[in-house]
């Protein structure tokens, strides 16, 4: 109702009211005698229209009204009033719905009487005929007032003075040769375009085409891709195709039920007809809908099935995916990856990611017969939960597959499932086809010791790509792993302690979530072993039954074998534990993280630990160093030297290597174990 409403109080003994607001008003009467007495009393030439028609011819057309007020001659139907039968027109332009009820007299009509109803009164008189008492509506027209009375109640309005458009230049012509056109049952038309339509109506976008003897409903989506619901015909001419908005349909559908039988014409690319078939009642309906574009990716998905697997293999598959146990958060967070599906003459594996972790599910092949080669389908978590739907609503006992350079499609049953390949998207983190073939490995307790002497320098900061992370390199003979965040570097090396071959050199960057998620897996896994695979893409870690995988970065390793120091360079040996004591007295009760200088002084059986805290406070600890060399002074940060030290604990020996006292200090140890060579890098700190 508008903001200004208007109460008249008509001199009638029947006591009436009429509530105006705007150009709507609603009469109300003391009984529905007095009621129609009125409206004789003030309206002319009244025409009496039986409620239940007038209801239906709204229901069929108000949906294709357009909601647009800016639109004025299309924000409103078209209501034409002839002695013998009454008509309803509405379009939007893009739609246009027409019905026609044949046989029904209306009385009070000698001439052919065009209305129209603007949306807003064409709605509240849509509500005012569901009452079942009413069963016939009086129509008065006015020199600039058009009326209804349904009741006690009347709506008025202010005639419109725009042109309704020419609808009929539109619509085909009896005489006209429909050269594309199918007749099917509207139950299947109506469940086939709800199906389509109520699994993906984001893209609003449906394709009908016409193929030999059938009628394919398509929605695609760049959510679930492409779903097809297959209807059987009889049609045989060539193949046709065009592309609806889904809205337009599922709205008809809605208002058409499932009841007897519907013919669909399509003449030209233009526009769909669809005309139920004329009931007992009288009714004609004819409806007409706009073709859209249709993408192009869409047109090129494969029809060619080459490969089968078992329906219930693959639902039992995905049925045992982890993915459907995660919490509406979780499965919110995965709608956007992938799931991979790996297929071989002897087994079908599907590989759910969640995050960095991988989830493997096996069963065996039961085609095997044919089989030719492995075929690796990446499906969006959205198809997936999707293809789940279809092999929970089929009773079919195989799964067809088809495959080209533009995506894939799986035909279940009549239905079909397409989407197409995202070239870019293979290459984000949550695409990544994960490697499976594990060809290099290492013993579980010798990759532990490597990061618990490694994983102190890994910098934490996202965004310093070249350093967020470890690299492992494997080697027939030896085994290293190396961190930096570009100030200290910690390189770690011991024998290969396994018998399996590593052809050549194998360099793996591990990130610093990875390495979190790898401790936490070794801290609670029974393996002896961690298996490791690659592709150009990706990297994957097997330890156990737990599968890893990540993407490879772009940048690469820092080159640390130009940074460490040979042999030629100037030693002093220190006990490890008598070193830590030493910075951690100098650095007083105020802690390490409060000391603003740092240095270390080695002379001639001596090494002085000097630390200066922001207040200016300075103290100093000494302890024995077996060195001959000639002093000098070295600066430096004291938590890289306290992370080192806390890694090594115990009682060992540590040889600290330098040239000078501007350049970098290395730090070995001695004696911590005859099958690792451990070598810290610390850079010294700038004079302030």
Sequence with gaps: MADKSELLYLPQPASSLIIRSGAHSSL???????????VVSIHQGPTFITARVLHELITRTIFAVSDDERRQNLNLALLILRPTSLTMVATDGHRLSFVEKTNERISGVRVVKQVLIPLLPLQELHQLLLDPSVETVLFVEEDDTLTF??????????????????????????????????????????????????????????????????????????????????????????????????????????ALGDQGNVRLSLK????????????VSGYRWRYLCCCMRIHSAYLLLPMDFTTSVSARVLQSLIIGADFWKLNEYERYELEEESSLLVMKRESITIVIREGIRLYLHEAENEYKEGFVGEHQILIPHGSMRFIQQLLAGSDAEYVELAENDCGFRFRIGNRTHAWAKDPIGERRYDAVIPPMDFTSSMSSKSFNAFINLTFFAVPKEDSRYTLDGALLVLRNETLTMVATDGYRLTFAEMTNDLTDRIVGEKRIIIAHKILLEIMHLLSI?????????????????????????????????????????????????????????????????????????????????????VCESAKDEKREKSIGALYAGEPLTIKLVTSNILGFLDALGGTHSVSLAFKDGQSAMEMRTEGFNPNYRWRYLVMPRKSS
């Design 28 to 38: 109300i009467a003391r009984g529905r005698k007095e009621a129609a007495a009125l």
């Design 149 to 254: 009375h349904v009741g006690q109640r009347a709506i008025s309005w202010a005639k419109p003075t725009e042109n309704f458009p020419d609808y009929e230049s539109v619509m085909t012509k009896e005489t006209q040769d429909i050269a594309k056109f199918v007749t099917v049952r509207a139950c299947e038309l109506s469940a086939a375009i709800q199906s389509v339509y109520q699994n993906d109506f984001r893209r609003f976008v449906i394709r009908l085409r016409l193929d030999q003897n059938m009628l394919c409903i398509t929605g695609s989506s760049d959510f679930i891709g492409e779903y097809e619901e297959t209807i059987g015909t009889s049609y045989t001419a060539d193949a046709v195709e065009a592309a609806f908005n889904a809205n337009y349909l599922h709205e008809f559908i809605e």
């Design 268 to 279: 030209t690319m233009l526009a769909l007809e669809i005309e139920p078939e004329e009931n």
């Design 525 to 609: 896994s029974q393996t002896h072993r961690v298996e490791f695979a690659e592709n150009e893409a990706a990297y994957s870690c097997r330890i156990g039954d737990q599968i890893l995988s990540w993407v490879k970065p772009t940048m690469k390793f820092p080159d640390y074998d130009a940074v460490l120091l040979d042999e030629k360079a100037k030693i002093a040996v220190v006990q490890a534990d008598e070193l830590r004591d030493a910075i951690l007295c100098a650095c007083g009760p105020s802690g390490w993280n409060q000391v603003r200088d740092f240095a270390m002084i080695i002379r001639q059986g001596e090494l002085i630990v």
